[in-house]
């Protein structure tokens, strides 16, 4: 008999293997393969933006990982559990025993997705002029906080900013401005906030230490301290990677370490919940429990459904378990982590080191050559669509500059970034290897690539809705060019 024996196969110089999926694939949905004269017209139909285009004419979805990944045979066994009964389902008692057994807090209330617990919560912590502080507000804990009157304000760890620093826990909090803010606006704080991992901060992790201190800070000026815990999975896999005190704890031993310094949270179970849509907030105080309840009633239903299905609760309750699943986590940090190290060996420029859930490019960088005002991250997504049928995320001065009141000037946003988001067990490892061939096309052909102007926007969330034009070249933004965006010049 021919082959390794044991010796050969362990010794160091074993070739290495490839990711691997930790499943198998039961059901599949498939997608049309399109051709680029077909997206050219799709293009154009959707005024080049992106969130216009009908998925059917999508490839490769990046757009988002919010409540687009794929629930396992077991979550679509919970679904048939499904009790639907308005009162008193024992959905809601195993959705309830699930988010106790991971989060460690008492009180569970459900709602049909993050947003609305974050409004739920807000809408009794925060009066009018209160101050929230946060590492980075996600956008819908931004409007509501400023919906409920309070400022929110953003204390991001400075190594945030820079897109190229290899610092581990980017999506730490500024510990010296937030101790500064608790003291000057001592009883004017109802609560603090930390998103874990940091969204909008590129999906990066916040350390056990960091969130200690915040922990400490909270603890000193009687502060509550909440997370916004949509990935506490992927946060707790990155933080175990990277704590060599952590290395021998499993992941779900580190979230319960994490939920053990807060006092409560909101959670999108679009997220880390591998649902399709549900959320909840869960907290350790019951007077303030009871206070929500009641609202929830109001708003979003009784409170053993809040605004879920009986079927969203078993499923909820099921994808809370397998979330924490030791070869799921890898699979996903390690499939992302080699998109980023493939990009960079092709000195493509990325946001290092790679996030929980997505992959940034700096499009500022890429498209050098594109002024910020003519939106290179705009420029870039629709580049990367036309090449490949790759439907990416413009997180730059589309969605995020801000116009001075006095002289209507745009000022731009702090970074020009394209999100690529990976949904949940919904890609193959092939599909990233498209997806890097993709950009990697882009890259080699980024010097004919121009800059956008709006036609046509809306006052608040104009990413959504604006409609653009491409320009013919970055010195003249007057001239237009009559055909399609393909054409390369
Ligand atoms: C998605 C998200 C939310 C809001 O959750 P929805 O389910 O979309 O309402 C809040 N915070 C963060 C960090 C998120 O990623």
Redesign the pocket.
């Given at each position: 008999m021919s082959g390794p024996t044991p010796d050969s196969r362990m010794k160091p110089e074993a070739v290495p293997l490839p990711i691997i999926e930790p499943f198998r694939i039961k059901s599949v949905e498939p997608f049309r393969v399109t051709e680029r004269a077909e997206r050219d017209e799709s293009l154009q139909r959707a005024g080049f933006n992106l969130f216009k285009l009908a998925s059917a004419d999508v490839m490769i979805d990046l757009l988002t990982d919010?409540g687009t990944g794929a629930m396992s045979s077991a979550q679509w066994a919970a679904v048939m559990l499904g009790d639907e009964s308005y009162a008193g389902s024992p959905s809601f008692l195993r959705f309830e025993r699930a988010v106790r057994e991971t989060t460690g807090f008492e009180h569970v209330i459900p709602t049909h997705?993050?947003?609305?617990a974050?409004h739920l919560l807000f809408q009794t912590l925060v009066k009018p002029g209160h101050v929230v502080p946060n590492n980075t507000h996600?956008d819908?804990?931004r409007a509501n906080i400023e919906a409920a009157g309070g400022i929110a304000l953003d204390l991001p760890c400075a190594e945030s900013t820079d897109t190229q620093s290899a610092f581990t826990f980017k999506g730490n909090i500024d510990l010296d401005r937030l101790a500064t803010v608790l003291e000057d606006q001592r009883g004017n704080v109802p609560l603090v906030m930390m998103?874990v991992t940091n969204?909008a901060a590129g999906g990066q992790p916040v350390s056990l230490q960091n969130l200690t201190g915040v922990r400490a800070l909270c603890l000193k000026e009687h502060v509550p301290f909440y997370l916004?815990a949509?990935?506490f999975a992927e946060n707790a896999f990155l933080v175990r990677e990277s704590t060599e005190s952590l290395s021998g704890s499993t992941a779900r031993a580190v979230a319960e370490s994490i939920f053990g310094l807060a006092d409560g949270c909101?959670m999108?179970a679009?997220?880390d919940g591998l649902a399709n849509i549900g959320?909840f907030l869960a907290m350790r105080d019951p007077i303030l429990a009871r206070e929500l309840r009641q609202r929830l009633v109001v708003t979003e239903g009784f409170p053993t459904y809040g605004g879920m299905s009986g079927r969203d609760l078993d499923a909820v309750a099921q994808g809370l378990v397998e979330v924490l699943d030791e070869d799921y986590l890898r699979y996903r940090t390690v499939s992302i982590r080699y998109v980023v190290t493939r990009l960079v060996a092709a000195g493509v420029p990325v946001v290092r080191p790679a996030g929980g859930h997505a992959i940034f490019l700096d499009a500022a960088r890429f498209l050098d050559h594109v002024p910020r005002s003519q939106y290179p991250g705009q420029a870039l997504a629709l580049e990367l669509y036309l090449e490949g049928g790759v439907r990416t995320c413009e997180v730059g001065s589309v969605m995020l500059a801000r116009t001075d009141a006095q002289t209507g000037q745009e000022e731009p946003a702090l970074h020009e970034l394209v999100r690529l988001t990976v949904p949940r067990r919904t890609y193959t490892q092939s599909h990233m290897d498209y997806v890097i061939a993709i950009i990697k096309r882009v890259w080699e052909r980024r010097a004919g690539i121009r800059g956008v102007e709006i036609v046509d926007a809306p006052k608040v969330l104009r990413h959504f809705q604006a409609t653009f034009r491409r320009l013919a070249n970055h010195q003249d933004p007057q001239l237009k060019i009559p055909h399609p965006v393909g054409q390369d010049v």
């Open positions: 919010s997705q993050g947003r609305a974050e996600f819908t804990t998103t969204n916004d949509c990935r909101t999108s679009k997220k959320g």
